[in-house]
């Protein structure tokens, strides 16, 4: 029997792109056949380089997903850069553990539930837009917050975080929504964070510096 599996229906096309990204694509597109029409042939040049990049920001690869009870997965792609327990936040009653993922403009901006649960509630701030690797983005940016809780009670919070650049955080799931570990959730456009919280007895499996993968990568297990 497998050790994975995959959370949504895998993608019919060889390069899948994230839904939000096709009005950048066709705009982009259409100011490059602009160009080209026109005779002007470095504007078009540029304008297909601006177009490329954005094809390749807005990708969104299939992942699988590992299927052993009791995982935590990243819900982002990008660099662990904090990890460290916590006595109170407003995100999670009582101590626990909080792990922070930063999204260089370089990784996908694709976000999954790193767990199986329902989801309890969404909680959206608006706020400023501090760039994302800074401990004070967590406090005061716009951000997005999942309340997950599974069949055994544990509870899960994990915050799409703005950064500098970024400008749009986009969530798919809402309360009562029942989520699947690894399923695709939303995204967060051009640079930002996400922060996870978890219980003070989680059994962390990464570690600051560590590269992690949106599904594939374990950030721990519940005790």
Same mark, same amino acid.
């Given at each position: 029997?497998?050790?994975?599996?995959?959370?949504?229906?895998?993608?019919?096309?060889?390069?899948?792109? $994230?839904?939000? #990204?096709?009005?950048?694509?066709?705009? +982009? =597109?259409? !100011?490059?056949?602009? /160009? $080209?029409?026109? #005779?002007?042939?470095?504007?078009?040049? +540029? =304008?297909? !380089?601006?177009?490329? /990049?954005?094809?390749?920001?807005?990708?969104?690869?299939?992942?699988?997903?590992?299927?052993?009870?009791?995982?935590?997965?990243?819900?982002?792609?990008?660099?662990?850069?904090?990890?460290?327990?916590?006595?109170?936040?407003?995100?999670?009653?009582?101590?626990?553990?909080?792990?922070?993922?930063?999204?260089?403009?370089?990784?996908?901006?694709?976000?999954?539930?790193?767990?199986?649960?329902?989801?309890?509630?969404?909680?959206?701030?608006?706020?400023?837009?501090?760039?994302?690797?800074?401990?004070?983005?967590?406090?005061?940016?716009?951000?997005?917050?999942?309340?997950?809780?599974?069949?055994?009670?544990?509870?899960?919070?994990?915050?799409?975080?703005?950064?500098?650049?970024?400008?749009?955080?986009?969530?798919?799931?809402?309360?009562?929504?029942?989520?699947?570990?690894?399923?695709?959730?939303?995204?967060?456009?051009?640079?930002?964070?996400?922060?996870?919280?978890?219980?003070?007895?989680?059994?962390?499996?990464?570690?600051?510096?560590?590269?992690?993968?949106?599904?594939?990568?374990?950030?721990?297990?519940?005790?």
């Amino acid at each position: 029997m497998s050790e994975y599996n995959w959370p949504d229906p895998p993608s019919r096309t060889a390069f899948p792109i $994230a839904q939000p #990204g096709y009005p950048l694509i066709g705009a +982009a =597109a259409f !100011v490059t056949a602009v /160009f $080209a029409l026109l #005779g002007m042939k470095i504007p078009a040049l +540029a =304008a297909l !380089v601006v177009t490329f /990049f954005i094809c390749w920001f807005f990708r969104d690869p299939d992942r699988m997903v590992p299927k052993k009870p009791g995982l935590v997965v990243s819900p982002a792609d990008g660099k662990v850069i904090k990890v460290e327990p916590f006595e109170k936040s407003d995100m999670y009653s009582g101590p626990g553990v909080k792990i922070s993922i930063f999204m260089s403009i370089f990784n996908v901006h694709v976000n999954r539930a790193p767990s199986d649960g329902k989801v309890m509630e969404v909680r959206y701030r608006p706020g400023k837009f501090f760039a994302a690797s800074k401990d004070k983005a967590s406090l005061e940016n716009e951000q997005n917050a999942v309340f997950l809780e599974d069949e055994s009670g544990q509870k899960i919070c994990f915050v799409q975080v703005a950064g500098l650049v970024a400008r749009r955080i986009i969530c798919r799931v809402q309360a009562g929504d029942e989520l699947k570990r690894g399923q695709r959730i939303g995204m967060i456009c051009f640079g930002s964070r996400l922060d996870v919280y978890l219980p003070p007895d989680f059994a962390t499996m990464v570690q600051k510096g560590d590269r992690v993968q949106a599904g594939a990568s374990v950030l721990g297990a519940f005790q």
